[in-house]
């Protein structure tokens, strides 16, 4: 899981490094590599692990993620993922939202 994260070298020092995303991120990273029963309730992934992690597509949708907490304006249709990230961080309902968006970054599934 970690091994993956430190592989998306374009993510590193930005927005989704802060300790509230990263830890939705790698919660998705473990959920993809080993589907965690509980989170299949929020998030059942449609791609396999190696389809999905090892993708073309997974860096760049998650930098795009990273550029909607840079800039939300420019991207409207995600105002549900930055404002699960603006204001109170640790609450139940902003974490599950925060991971279904970065598990729909890795499943290649962003609108």
């Known amino acids: 899981m970690i091994d993956y994260v430190l592989e998306l070298k374009d993510l590193h020092h930005g927005p989704l490094m802060k300790p509230y995303q990263m830890y939705s991120l790698m919660l998705a990273v473990t959920?993809?590599?080993?589907?965690?029963?509980?989170?299949?309730?929020?998030?059942?992934?449609?791609?396999?692990a190696k389809k999905a992690l090892g993708g073309p597509h997974a860096e760049g949708n998650l930098s795009m993620l990273a550029a909607v907490l840079e800039d939300p304006d420019s991207y409207p249709k995600y105002s549900e993922f930055f404002e699960a990230g603006s204001d109170k961080?640790?609450?139940?309902?902003?974490?599950?939202?925060?991971?279904?968006?970065?598990?729909?970054?890795?499943?290649?599934?962003?609108?």
């Open 31 to 48: 959920h993809f590599q080993s589907n965690v029963g509980p989170l299949l309730k929020i998030y059942k992934p449609k791609k396999s």
């Open 89 to 111: 961080t640790n609450v139940s309902d902003q974490r599950a939202t925060r991971f279904t968006w970065c598990c729909r970054a890795l499943d290649d599934d962003l609108p």
